[in-house]
């Protein structure tokens, strides 16, 4: 890594006032950028990604910092655009496939909706128990989502017992059986109850991040800013499952680790109540033809599909997945924030690269 | 014969002067703030060399984080502190050689002849030299050195307090 | 021959400490660990990154090694075993220690790199967050010890030890101790989630190696003025007095270390608001209490 920074000097400037007697500061700082506090300063642009510890792979995030605080903020993702449908189309067991493998970290989530978008499009209705069996994968999904921000957070904020911890709660859940994953119940209810009690947690993530609600939050940072913002409210599986969204006020990243806390509790409550998993590996469309739109609550917010059908292949698909939005948040909500703040911010709204769009 | 207290005391003292010269040889203001740092540093060690103990210590104290805090400040407010642009470091050349002449002069002066021998034979030990400094300070010179603080102390307090309503207005405007 | 056995057992302490660390880090207690690690760093191409400022870059891991072996110089590890016995002693420590930020900031701007020049400025700020609370507290045990001997701070704890006769003062000095020494929750200038590694980030080979060992060695220096200070030094029933430093430096180095583990890193703003709205009003305080339990009950 190279930047121009500090050492990088004014060879113009010293062109300039070079056979001066005295050193005219009004003069010599007159072009650099002001910051915010008005003192002219060098600013430094430094690339935190796309292979940053506690960041996720694949982001690239490029700070322009002004002293330790970041004055601009340039993001995008070098791993994104993965669910782009080929020109010939896809047949609907591939597209399953294709749309899963799209996100490596959520890709129980994308499947899930794929087939969910497939069958609206072919006009059929899986019977209440597979709805039920998948929901209770995806929410075990949601459980190794949040444990693996849980372990993004602990290496971000240099919490190293948490980085541990959470890694292996969530392998653990990744390869869990219904019984064992009900066994993570306790633990998950130690965990909870130990961050709460955690000592510099709360002053490190309060008052980190604020988002006020609007169109572009989704999911645990939509209901983080007490917006009523998911899409299992409107499901009529969940609804039978007795299904109550949380949300709180604050908007801070406390808030999202306190949502995320909370959704894993849940999350394992419904899949008490389910009792068993099934896989969405694929649907059975036949040769139908026709228009669909699925949306389902991944672990980081509402994604949906838009799809059409022409005699059993995919032709047309249109994703709009929650990080595509948070990404646009990023260049206001760092502004004047400090570095370490600025990236706490960053990791608190648990973004996934791979998902955004092309 | 030359013992091996002269030999320390020549040694820093070469050095207090050798790192004082690279402070006007570079043309990296961090440099010339470190080598001003490592300039005193060597004069702290040569004050050890010389047994004024609790002068040495204090010396080499008190300049590390002045002297590093004197770095930042030039950071932020010179142009150029990596020194890429070859700035000049010394103004007012004539003025300057002539001060340090007589600056020279004089020490040399005093070096010479002051009778020394008299000031050597009282000197106390390391020891009893700090339990001196310290009733001293608090005794007799304790009304000087507690002006001297609140003083300090007002002029922060209200230099802070000048700044605060010009930061204000700089924020909203 | 002092200086040779202090130095060497500091070389061991600090290693005991990277294997603790390493034990930390992977989950797997190895002996060999380090000494793996150390290997491995010397047989590393050392990179020197591009326009560096080259006296700062090759000189500050060099002298982080050297202020953490100078700080060990006025330590008494048992009686007599002491490399100098300096009547200024108490606060030579502190003298030393001054230059742990110099030696930071000259890693921070030399190698030309941000995560290494915001890494090293910030450390700056935390000296003057944590130099206070070093200083003061030390105040207070010259103070009861009526010297700034060291060995004369030990034997003043003969009846009752520093920790329990000013546990205000060893708390502040702990938690200073700690954000000397950059060890977690204060690791601002090397912050591995913000900086990634920050003032070490653009060192490699045996740069790293020497500025780590600095690092360990700097750890295990103030853990033992943390002993002498405020743990009785030598002192302890049975076993000899170089037993009870060794377990007690390892102990209190132990202790930083673990307690790092289990806390998120602190906020800079935080660090500095914290310590000059709460931990110099309490060392101040606690310079009062000593100054009146003098005066009652030396």
Same mark, same amino acid.
């Given at each position: 890594m190279t930047v121009e920074h500090a050492h990088a000097g004014h060879a113009q400037a010293q062109a300039q006032? !070079?056979?001066?007697? +005295? &050193?005219s500061m009004v003069d010599v700082t007159k072009d650099l950028p002001r910051s915010r506090d008005g003192l002219p300063m060098e600013w430094v642009e430094v690339p935190f990604g796309p &292979? +940053?510890?506690g960041l996720p792979g694949g982001l690239l995030l490029t700070l322009t910092l002004d002293g330790d605080a970041v004055a601009k903020t340039r993001v995008r993702s @070098? @791993? !994104? !655009? !993965?669910g782009v449908l080929p020109t010939a189309g896809l047949d609907a067991t591939s597209f399953i496939a294709h749309l899963g493998a799209m996100d490596p970290l959520a890709p129980v989530a994308y499947r899930l909706l794929a087939c969910r978008a497939l069958e609206a499009a072919a006009g059929q209705v899986p019977d209440e128990e597979i709805r039920r069996r998948r929901i209770a994968v995806l929410e075990r999904e949601r459980i190794a989502s949040h444990l693996g921000w849980l372990a993004m957070l602990g290496l971000q904020t240099g919490f190293a017992w948490l980085e541990r911890h959470a890694t292996r709660m969530q392998l653990e859940c990744l390869r869990a059986d219904l019984p064992r994953i009900l066994q993570l119940r306790s633990t998950i209810q130690a965990l909870t109850a130990r961050l709460v009690r955690t000592p510099l947690l709360r002053s490190r993530l309060h008052g980190s991040g604020i988002v006020r609600p609007s169109s572009d939050l989704r999911g645990p940072v939509a209901r983080a800013a007490g917006m009523r913002c998911d899409a299992r409210i409107d499901d009529e599986t969940y609804a039978a499952l007795a299904f109550e969204m949380t949300e709180r006020q604050g908007g801070d990243a406390f808030d999202r680790l306190h949502i995320r806390l909370g959704e894993m509790q849940q999350s394992l409550a419904l899949i008490q109540s389910v009792g068993g998993f099934a896989e969405p590996a694929s649907t059975v469309v036949g040769s139908a033809s026709g228009a669909g739109h699925a949306s389902l609550e991944t672990p980081r917010g509402e994604a949906q599909l838009h799809l059409v059908l022409e005699s059993g292949r995919v032709v047309q698909a249109q994703l709009d997945t929650p990080t595509t939005h948070h990404m646009k948040l990023l260049p206001d909500l760092l502004d004047q924030q400090e570095l370490g703040d600025a990236l706490t911010t960053v990791c608190s709204l648990d973004l996934s690269p791979w998902e955004v769009a092309a | 014969m030359i013992s091996l207290q002269t030999v320390f005391i020549a040694f820093f003292g070469i050095a207090t002067i050798g790192f004082g010269i690279l402070v006007f040889r570079t043309s990296s203001m961090v440099r010339s703030a470190l080598a001003l740092l490592f300039s005193q540093t060597a004069l702290g060690a040569m004050f050890l060399a010389m047994q004024a103990e609790f002068l040495g210590v204090l010396q080499i104290m008190m300049m590390a984080t002045e002297m590093s805090i004197m770095a930042i400040f030039m950071v932020m407010f010179m142009m150029d502190p990596g020194g890429l642009g070859a700035?000049?470091?010394?103004?007012?050349k004539r003025l300057s050689i002539l001060a340090g002449v007589v600056g020279a002069l004089a020490t040399a002066g005093i070096a010479l002849f002051t009778p020394w021998g008299v000031v050597v034979n009282v000197a106390p030990p390391a020891a009893e030299q700090i339990r001196a400094l310290g009733t001293e300070l608090l005794g007799r010179s304790m009304l000087i050195f507690e002006t001297a603080g609140v003083t300090i102390l007002t002029a922060m307090i209200a230099a802070t307090a000048v700044a605060l309503p010009a930061l204000q207005r700089k924020r909203n405007a | 021959m002092n200086t040779l056995v202090i130095v060497l057992s500091l070389l061991a302490g600090a290693y005991l400490v990277a294997v603790l660390e390493a034990w930390l880090a992977t989950g797997r207690f190895r002996l060999a660990a380090p000494a793996w690690a150390a290997v491995a760093l010397l047989g590393r191409e050392s990179i020197v990154p591009r326009t560096p400022d080259r006296i700062f870059f090759e000189t500050a891991p060099v002298l982080l090694l050297v202020v953490a072996l100078l700080v060990s110089a006025v330590l008494p590890l048992s009686p007599g075993l002491i490399i100098a016995d300096m009547t200024t002693g108490a606060l030579f420590v502190n003298a030393v220690l001054a230059y742990v930020p110099v030696a930071l900031l000259m890693a921070g701007w030399g190698p030309n790199g941000g995560y290494a020049l915001v890494g090293g400025w910030r450390f700056l700020g935390q000296t003057i967050a944590y130099s206070m609370l070093i200083v003061m507290p030390i105040t207070a045990v010259a103070m009861r010890a009526e010297s700034l001997l060291t060995t004369a701070v030990v034997t003043s704890q003969g009846a009752v030890w520093n920790i329990v006769y000013q546990p205000l003062g060893f708390v502040l000095f702990f938690t200073a101790a700690m954000a000397v020494s950059f060890l977690p929750p204060f690791d601002l200038p090397t912050a591995g989630g913000e900086l990634a590694g920050g003032v070490e980030a653009e060192y490699t080979g045996v740069r790293l190696g020497v500025f780590r060992l600095g690092r360990m060695v700097l750890v295990v220096s103030l853990a033992a003025v943390t002993t002498v200070f405020y743990l009785g030094g030598w002192m302890g029933p049975v076993l000899p007095p170089w037993a009870w430093s060794a377990i007690k430096i390892l102990a209190v180095s132990s202790t930083m270390l673990l307690t790092g583990h289990y806390l998120p890193r602190i906020r800079e703003a935080h660090l500095l608001a914290w310590c000059w709205k709460l931990g110099i009003p309490l060392a101040l305080l606690n310079i009062f209490i000593v100054g009146v339990m003098v005066l009652i009950w030396p």
């Open positions: 006032h !070079g056979d001066m007697p +005295f &050193m &292979m +940053f510890p @070098v @791993v !994104g !655009g !993965g | 700035m000049e470091m010394s103004h007012q | -």
